[in-house]
Structure formats: structure tokens, C-alpha cells
């Protein structure tokens, strides 16, 4: 497994942008897919975003396509989440979590301890 850490949220205006960043430590980061959820209030748990291992396949939820771009830096062992065009419903908690496919990642076997986004109107 791999242990995360999450950075970058804050508070930002409706239409703004936000860059957060997860470190990875641990071994064998590069042989991980990586993916970021989301949760608010009173809602469940909600996929983000995930790219593989490589970074040559990256996937999204309708609700952020267009929107958020998921990267990743092997050499550092981390990922990002580019978060552009900001609105209110994107408030929520944000996690990274680790696993060893995208396929699989909703029931990642490591996660962060995630970090607040609130976007105001």
C-alpha cells in the first residue's frame, strides 16, 4: 500500500479554479493507477476522476469532463487535480486514493485523509 496526502483546497469564487495535489509514499508508486473522489454533505462518497498507472488513460464523471484534468508525476510520486470553472455543487471534501487499476478503484485499497474545497456563488 501506499500512504497519501492531500493539498490544496481552500475556499475559491464561483467560476474559479483550484490546483490540488496528493503525495504518495511508499513503494512502487509509478505501478499504481490514482484516482480522486469527492464527498459533501450528506451526499455519498462520488468518483472524480482516475488515471492509470502510466498516465495514458485518464477517466472522469460526466459532472466534471471539460472541467478537471488528472495528472500524475511519477518521478515525484504525485497526482494532481486541475480544477477549472469552479461552481458551488463542487464543495465537497476531496481524496486521493491509490490502487492497482482504474477498474478497481472505487474500492481503493489506500486513500488520504482528504482536504475541504468549498466553492461560494
Known amino acids: 500500500q501506499v500512504q497519501l496526502v492531500e493539498s490544496g483546497g481552500g475556499l475559491v469564487q464561483a467560476g474559479g479554479s483550484l490546483r490540488l495535489s496528493c503525495a504518495a509514499s511508499?513503494?512502487?508508486?509509478?505501478?499504481?493507477?490514482m484516482g480522486w473522489f469527492r464527498q459533501a454533505p450528506g451526499k455519498e462518497r462520488e468518483f472524480v476522476a482516475a488515471i492509470s498507472w502510466g498516465g495514458g488513460t485518464t477517466v472522469y464523471a460526466d459532472s466534471v469532463k471539460g472541467r478537471f484534468t488528472i495528472s500524475r508525476d511519477n518521478a515525484k510520486n504525485t497526482v494532481a487535480l486541475q480544477m477549472n470553472s469552479l461552481k458551488p455543487e463542487d464543495t465537497a471534501v476531496y481524496y486521493c486514493?491509490?490502487?492497482?487499476?482504474?477498474?478497481?478503484?472505487?474500492?481503493?485499497?489506500?486513500w488520504g485523509q482528504g482536504t475541504q474545497v468549498t466553492v461560494s456563488s
Open positions: 486514493a491509490a490502487d492497482r487499476a482504474i477498474a478497481t478503484i472505487t474500492n481503493a485499497g489506500s
Open positions: 511508499g513503494r512502487a508508486f509509478s505501478t499504481y493507477a
